[in-house]
């Protein structure tokens, strides 16, 4: 069984089209990963999923249950860490965490022995009596992360679990994710517009963009697609390495810029020590640099939408001031 | 669309922690009806203020007044409360909880109903310390019975406006357009037989005009309109809001 099935699921926002009639599936226990740009229709997609807004059409379950007609198992079966924050900050992160599992079932008792459990995983015990007021952003994070695995869900959606926080928290917080999924078995959801990220976590990827998902693979097939890895090489005698790269069987295409060429391989690493094992004085040339490029997916994204998910946000940001300047008017 | 006893619990629970870590809030919600009852109550001692004759002391019409006045504000604030939630992100957390809307909206108006009334229990007891005496225990819990009612009526009126107003832009216009002018129009501070008959006429439009005059009734023994019309507007009006409240919060989306 899957523990996600979406099928041609649509938004519509007074005329504005957020998610296109979107069809994927996840299995259980994966972590799949959504990657696109601000506005490109992820937060509305998992709202959707969670139960908390209704689809324009279309049609998804979520542990097997109709997200339509099955609300509330839908609810129980699901943990969610939204996009922005969401806690009380008159609470301390305690009690925070024991009202919630309250409030999906467990008894008094229960919830104190699973929230400490789930304080622990997250490394907050410390500072679990404290007002959330007085919490960082990573730590508010951590808290809402372990706020989700309370009532023990099977699947856990995670709206751009790392958004804002510095690289040290990021890293923590990966690891918290994988571990979760790794370990416990839960299957996971997660929204982001960090490449590295999806790369990083993400047993597959669904590119979305304006609403439609444009690829949808593991990341390592993703960035296959675009030919394998580019090793860039420096020669004194361009004429003569020319000959040389052509005569390599393993070298699916040679780009040649400003002096420096561009060899299209696949798993690069290992051609770099043959590149070098070239009979230099024979062919004629010498080398003075060499560099290996693995594709991104990044690239994957500039591959599949003409444009990086960086310009896809500025153009995003734009528009958001064309509209303001029309309401301002 | 089940009731669930447990979130209704915790909700209210929610409520009550809040309201003992926010002391300065408290402080701020009842400075303007001690004011009032202060310096109007002071102020006015043995006065003679046409109207008031019957409950021989103004201090004997005015604590239910500001018994109304801190009911009214507190209540509406309570029940606009939802805008706070939803500007702060925690509505959400709330809203994708397997538990019925209903169930949230009754935790939420127990909340309410239960500061609110711990609020006009202070303010009351201010009074008592003033020279304001009550006929007996029993009137006391009658008198409680008719704040429940208010302040639950203004909870749902303000649960009305926040599934209205969407966002807390609209907070301080309510606060500034609807309680002080339902303050002032429900007679709780000086006779509306001073008012010109136009005003008047409005004023029967307050259902905070029923409220204090109920709470007169039960604390003073003396009312000016006729008992059962008070009585009878200060159950309907709870009745009424509470409903629409609930039914708006049911049918608000995120
Ligand atoms: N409640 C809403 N009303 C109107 N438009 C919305 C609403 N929520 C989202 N949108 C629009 O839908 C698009 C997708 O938004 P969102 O799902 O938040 O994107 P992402 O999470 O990928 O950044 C955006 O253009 C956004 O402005
Ligand atoms: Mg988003």
Redesign the pocket.
């Known amino acids: 069984m899957s523990a996600i099935q979406v099928e041609k699921l649509k938004?519509e926002?007074?005329g504005?089209?957020?998610?296109n009639e979107i069809t994927f599936e996840v299995k259980e226990g994966e972590l799949f990963g959504?990657l696109?740009?601000?506005?490109?229709?992820?937060?509305?997609?998992?709202?959707m999923l969670a139960t908390l807004?209704k689809p324009t059409s279309g049609q998804a379950f979520v542990a097997g249950f109709d997200i339509l007609k099955e609300r509330d198992k839908v609810r129980k079966s699901i943990g969610m860490v939204f996009?922005e924050p969401a806690l009380d900050n008159y609470l301390t992160g305690r009690e925070n965490l024991e009202f919630h599992g309250m409030m999906y079932g467990l008894s008094r008792k229960e919830a104190k022995e699973r929230v400490r459990e789930a304080l622990k995983i997250v490394e907050l015990e410390e500072f679990a009596d404290k007002l959330v007021q007085t919490y960082s952003g990573g730590m508010k994070r951590r808290l809402e992360i372990a706020r989700a695995l309370v009532h023990q869900p099977k699947i856990l959606f995670l709206?751009?679990p790392t958004l804002g926080l510095d690289a040290q928290t990021r890293r923590k917080i990966w690891e918290y994710i994988k571990k979760l999924n790794k370990e416990k078995g839960v299957t996971i959801i997660l929204?982001t517009?960090y490449m590295e990220e999806a790369d990083f976590l993400a047993d597959r990827v669904a590119i979305?963009d304006y609403?439609k998902i444009v690829a949808l693979d593991t990341p390592e097939n993703l960035k296959n697609i675009l030919g394998g890895d580019v090793i860039s090489i420096e020669v004194d005698n361009h004429q003569n390495a020319k000959k040389a790269f052509e005569k390599l069987p393993w070298v699916k295409k040679i780009n040649q810029e400003n002096g420096i060429f561009y060899l299209q391989v696949e798993k690069g690493e290992e051609k770099i020590p043959l590149l070098i094992r070239i009979d230099q004085e024979e062919a004629g040339f010498q080398i003075k640099s060499i560099n290996l490029r693995k594709p991104t997916l990044e690239d994957v994204f500039l591959h599949f939408t003409g444009r990086t998910i960086r310009e896809r946000e500025a153009s995003?940001t734009e528009?958001?001031r064309e509209r303001a300047k029309i309401h301002m008017r | 669309m089940e009731i669930n006893l447990t979130a209704i619990y915790i909700l209210w629970l929610r409520e009550m922690k809040r309201f003992l870590r926010s002391w300065s809030r408290i402080v701020g919600t009842l400075i303007m009806p001690l004011f009032f009852l202060i310096f109007l109550g002071f102020g006015f001692k043995g006065a003679f203020i046409p109207g008031v004759g019957h409950t021989k002391d103004y201090i004997l019409f005015l604590v239910p007044g500001i018994i109304g006045m801190t009911l009214i504000s507190t209540s509406i604030i309570s029940g606009l409360s939802v805008l706070w939630d939803r500007e702060f992100g925690f509505l959400k957390e709330i809203m994708v909880a397997p538990v019925s809307r209903i169930s949230i909206a009754i935790g939420r108006i127990f909340g309410g109903m239960t500061t609110s009334l711990i609020q006009a229990i202070l303010i009351f007891l201010i009074a008592l310390g003033m020279g304001f005496k009550i006929p007996s225990f029993f009137s006391f819990f009658l008198a409680l019975l008719v704040m429940a009612l208010i302040s639950a009526g203004f909870i749902g009126l303000g649960l009305i406006f926040a599934s209205i107003l969407k966002d807390i832009q609209g907070f301080g216009i309510i606060m500034q357009l609807i309680i002080m002018p339902l303050v002032f129009l429900s007679g709780a501070l000086f006779p509306l037989s001073n008012l010109p008959r136009f005003l008047r006429y409005v004023s029967y439009l307050d259902p905070l005009t029923y409220g204090v005059e109920s709470l007169r009734r039960v604390l003073v023994g003396h009312c000016f309109l006729p008992s059962w019309l008070n009585f009878f507007a200060t159950f309907l009006f709870p009745i009424i809001t509470v409903f629409l409240g609930a039914f708006f919060f049911e049918k608000s989306?995120?």
């Open positions: 938004k926002f007074n504005l089209i957020a998610v959504l696109g740009p601000n506005g490109a229709g992820k937060t509305t997609t998992l709202n807004i996009q709206d751009e929204t517009h979305i609403g995003q528009r958001f | 989306e995120l």
